[in-house]
């Protein structure tokens, strides 16, 4: 158990619709990645927060968004849904070290199917 | 930007026989290089990483890898395999300035049999 928690675990919707997966870090780690994995595509990385604000964007489309509240949990939204979103979407935490980058933990995943 | 390569897709070994699972890694600077493991349904957990120092890291479940700067690479390997190893694995390289986000290698699926 790495210490994130993710729910939900499975989620089926249909085209059009607009989900909202919810990431809860490690405690004490201020830094939340937001990843997703396709067969096709791999593990990409789609976002970053860091103590509530943004820090780094990836592959990320315009239909997606993220946001980190004040206790650290992310959040992120995925709207106007198509086939091509159905992947297995991590989110990952990190305590901040200044000046280098430090160990991702990884939840137990989302996985979206989209029908 | 950093990438990394993992040219096996699917390796197959016997139960008790030695692996290595190659990593090949591109990086301008010094790399900090991760190995994640994913079971089946699974997240990602992580094995072993590579900050600096010796560039033979120990990790979890009897992995080791080595750090070959003039070859860029981060080969996993393991003596002796058990066949609860059978997963994917993947391997990972992050930037040595910044809280960064990592670069996947597209992983090595692992079967093993009796």
Known sequence: ?115 | AQSVTQPDIHITVSEGASLELRCNYSYGATPYLFWYVQSPGQGLQLLLKYFSGDTLVQGIKGFEAEFKRSQSSFNLRKPSVHWSDAAEYFCAVGRNSGNTPLVFGKGTRLSVIA
């Open chain 1, 1 to 115: 158990d790495s210490g994130v928690t993710q729910t939900p675990k499975h989620l089926i919707t249909a085209t059009g619709q607009r989900v909202t997966l919810r990431c809860s870090p490690r405690s004490g780690d201020l830094s939340v990645y937001w990843y997703q994995q396709s067969l096709d595509q791999g593990l990409q990385f789609l976002i970053q927060y860091y103590n509530g604000e943004e820090r780094a964007k990836g592959n990320i489309l315009e239909r997606f968004s993220a946001q980190q509240f004040p206790d650290l949990h992310s959040e992120l939204n995925l709207s106007s849904l198509e086939l091509g979103d159905s992947a297995l979407y991590f989110c990952a935490s990190s305590p901040r070290l200044a000046g280098r980058t430090d160990t991702q933990y990884f939840g137990p995943g989302t996985r979206l199917t989209v029908l």
